[in-house]
């Protein structure tokens, strides 16, 4: 168990390492980062000077190694345009997405679960139809079409949710919805296909011949075998939620989160912030990664006898 | 005492269990599979009854559709009564019939690697029995499984109790599962091939423990398998199945010496014996066996049968009495059967003099 533990922290440790890299290199492939952050019209003299001032004159290998020996110490330098560290810059719009993602996140896993258990208890039934439809829908939903349908229905015509904002509870809502109606559906999906697979085992007749009823059957039995892909499937979708639904959900209803920065920052290529916020996902993954660890310990027993 | 007066003092008493003229059907696709076509059986007090005939002979079917336990669809099952303490299992509502699984009747299944849940403690799979059904609490609870784990002879069981189906082996496996099957004394048990899956010397020790425990809890025991050589060590009465129905029922004893039906001779020549080991090749029957999403008519055996005669096509034979005590299904006479059955054995013997 503590070998394991050890192995994943070198693990996480190197796919860090590797993200923040390969984001560095990108960032270069976008284009002359001098040319973005001055002006059309500045004089090519200047922007020499600034390129050196900057250290874009320096090779590549070298900006690196600067980079990478400062980033260790959790140094990803300051923001091109706003004068302060970058990790701060990145962090201060977190706690805003997080709000979001664990209402969100939260919302989709019991629902999900919940419908999915439902469904999959009684496949080819007429429920079990009307959630697959519904689920399949979820999925197949465009998230940007989604966030403006739903801001035009409720805010604009109905007129009952504020368009976009930070605060109430009411600023909440449209953003939890449609984060949540993607990781829904595939939820429902999974659990539904688990407990199919597990309600077809050996051991679930064992447990119907000894009178048990169905709902004890399900509860007791055969979720906490079918938890693992679920559970993978959540994190999953909760990483998906940080790096990929927020960028364009905050964007959409204004909400001051990861996403919203992150967007930001990429409009500007304020290249320190970006790797910072890349750095900030990347840490996030691999903290989800360690509770989707736990719970498959937790669901399985055995993995710790293994 | 003799065969005739043992089978009737049986037949005097109403039996504990009665099956009468069970069909059950799989539909797979656009076909129906007929598993099991009008099969009606007895089981009485106390007896140990096997239930033989190879793959696919609707032995294992039937058996679990006494308590219901088909995935239902794809199974269905169409026709027939299952009476148990004088009540049809088949018309009970769902909750009353779950009363009876587990606590009067119990079963216990092929594979023990795959038949316990592995996320849940040996412990708890037996305690949930016992709390359901005998309402006991948890500390009784514990204390009653700690002593089953101890019947079945598992060493050291206060220890095992909290351990996980992976730690343990295969036949130690089918101990807790006959554990659990027995945790809340039932009536009867129904052994769904329990020893197929084990090696030969563990088959044993399972055999001798339901033995022991079903003398000791006064239980009647219904036992599949195809392997004759169990049925010779713990059966009392034998139902042999062909095609869904039963085509000969006899006391064990009288199936090995006096069988009744040409299919039953086929299976006794078909068993490799120590005595006379087999020197070119097993005697087997010969064909397939039948094909059951087909309707067919008359006996299902006819095809392969050495006695098959023109009605054999065209209608099938019901169960009657023979005067060895036995009842078969078979249009052929008594004496056919038995010449047969010499046939088989002076084959045999030849086979080895060569």
Same mark, same amino acid.
């Given at each position: 168990m503590y070998k394991l533990a050890m192995h994943r922290l070198g693990h996480s440790a190197l796919l860090i390492f590797g993200v923040v890299t390969v984001i560095f290199f990108t960032n270069f492939l976008l284009g002359d980062p001098v040319r973005v952050m001055?002006? $059309?019209?500045?004089?090519? +003299? $200047?922007? +020499? /000077?600034?390129?050196?001032?900057?250290? !874009?004159?320096?090779p590549i290998l070298v900006q690196y190694w600067d980079f990478i020996s400062h980033a260790v110490f959790l140094d990803f330098g300051d923001s091109w345009w706003q004068k302060s560290p970058s990790l701060e810059i990145a962090l201060r719009p977190f706690p805003a997405t997080l709000q979001l993602g664990i209402v969100a996140v939260a919302l989709a896993s019991i629902l999900g679960i919940g419908i999915g258990l439902f469904a999959g208890a009684r496949p080819g039934s007429l429920w079990d139809k009307l959630a697959t439809s519904l689920s399949i829908l979820g999925v197949s939903l465009p998230l940007i079409w989604f966030t403006l349908m739903m801001a035009l229905i409720f805010s604009v015509w109905l007129g009952i949710l504020p368009t976009a904002g930070y605060g109430t509870a009411a600023h909440m809502v449209l953003p939890v919805v449609t984060l949540a109606a993607l990781p829904l559906g595939r939820t429902v999906q999974i659990t539904r296909a688990s407990i199919i697979d597990e309600l077809a085992k050996p051991y679930i007749t064992t447990a119907h011949s000894k009178g048990l009823s169905e709902r004890t059957i399900i509860l007791r039995h055969a979720l906490r075998n079918a938890l693992p892909p679920i559970a993978t499937e959540i994190g999953w979708e909760s990483a998906l939620l940080l790096t990929g639904y927020s960028i364009i959900v905050e964007s959409v209803y204004g909400w001051p989160g990861f996403g919203f920065a992150l967007y930001h920052a990429i409009l500007t290529r304020d290249m320190p912030v970006i790797i910072a916020m890349a750095f900030v996902a990347a840490m996030v993954v691999v903290f989800i990664n360690v509770i989707v660890d736990i719970i498959y310990v937790i669901a399985d027993p055995t993995i710790r006898k293994k | 005492m003799s065969n005739q007066s043992r089978t009737r003092s049986r037949e005097a008493k109403t039996p504990i269990l009665s099956v009468r003229d069970l069909n059950v059907e799989f539909s797979v696709g656009n076909s129906t599979v007929h598993a099991v076509n009008g099969l009606s059986l007895d089981l009485h007090k106390g007896e140990t009854l096997a239930v033989v005939g190879e793959s696919g002979s609707g032995k294992s079917v039937s058996m679990l559709s006494v308590l219901g336990l088909i995935p239902q669809p794809p199974g269905k099952i169409t026709k027939g009564q299952v009476l148990y303490d004088g009540r049809d299992l088949r018309s009970l509502p769902a909750g009353e019939l779950r009363k009876i699984r587990g606590k009067e009747i119990s079963m216990i299944f092929q594979d023990p690697m795959t038949s316990l849940n592995p996320t849940m403690t040996i412990g708890r799979q037996i305690t949930e029995m016992l709390e359901l059904h005998l309402k006991m609490t948890s500390a009784q609870a514990k204390n009653r499984a700690i002593e089953l784990l101890d019947l079945v002879g598992i060493p050291d069981p206060a220890n095992r109790f909290g351990q996980y189906p992976i730690e343990f082996s295969g036949g130690m496996r089918q101990r807790v599962m006959i554990a659990i099957a027995l945790s809340c004394n039932p009536k009867i048990l129904i052994a769904d091939e329990p020893t197929t899956a084990l090696d030969v010397t563990i088959q044993m020790q399972i055999l001798q423990v339901v033995n022991e425990l079903r003398s000791k809890m006064d239980m009647s025991v219904i036992w599949i398998t195809h392997d004759l050589g169990v049925v010779a060590g713990i059966a009392d009465r034998v139902i042999v199945m062909y095609g869904g129905r039963a085509v000969e029922? $006899? /006391? $064990? /004893?009288?199936? !090995?010496?006096?069988?009744q039906h040409p299919y039953s001779v086929g299976l006794l020549n078909s068993v490799p014996s120590i005595a006379d080991p087999v020197v070119d090749r097993l005697v087997a029957i010969d064909g397939l066996p039948p094909d059951m999403s087909q309707n067919r008519e008359g006996c299902a055996f006819h095809p392969r049968c050495p006695l098959a005669? /023109?009605?054999?096509?065209?209608?099938t034979p019901e169960l009657e009495n023979r005067a060895t005590g036995s009842h078969a299904a078979c249009f052929a006479s008594p004496d056919d059967v038995a010449s047969l059955a010499r046939l088989g054995a002076d084959q045999r013997s030849k086979a080895q003099a060569g």
């Open positions: 001055l002006p $059309a019209s500045t004089p090519p +003299e $200047a922007v +020499e /000077e600034f390129r050196r001032q900057m250290g !874009f004159d320096r | 029922v $006899a /006391e $064990a /004893e009288d199936l !090995f010496y006096k069988p005669r /023109e009605i054999c096509t065209t209608k």
